[in-house]
């Protein structure tokens, strides 16, 4: 049995994500704070075989962040939810660590 901790789900999230095969090569990101962005994300990420990574909608946890930095990190990224739930700043921090995923980084716009 294993148990995987941390500081708070982020650092939980991220340590999980680690646990998965080097040759991940999606990843879906969604917010943290909103379980209803995290719910939609499931169906979509086990149709990629992907990572659910959390954030915060302002900023990319460090944790994250360190995960996406990695070499075998996901070089794919799709964007569950609109800016209320993942900021602009968060989607250009994205953009920025994974420049090769520019084109596959989307986002879907937030349940009224």
Excluded: C
């Amino acid at each position: 049995m294993t148990r995987i901790d941390g500081h708070d789900r982020f650092e939980v999230n991220a340590k999980s994500a680690a646990y998965l095969p080097a040759d991940v090569t999606n990843a879906v990101f969604t917010s943290g704070m909103n379980w209803s962005d995290a719910l939609v994300a499931g169906p979509v990420a086990q149709k990629e075989n992907a990572p659910i990574l959390l954030t915060r909608p302002e900023k990319l946890p460090a944790s994250v962040s360190a995960y996406l930095k990695k070499a075998t990190a996901p070089q794919s990224i799709l964007v569950i939810g609109g800016p209320n739930s993942v900021s602009e700043d968060v989607y250009q921090t994205l953009r920025e660590l994974r420049k090769n995923a520019m084109e596959s980084v989307n986002t879907t716009n937030d349940a009224a």
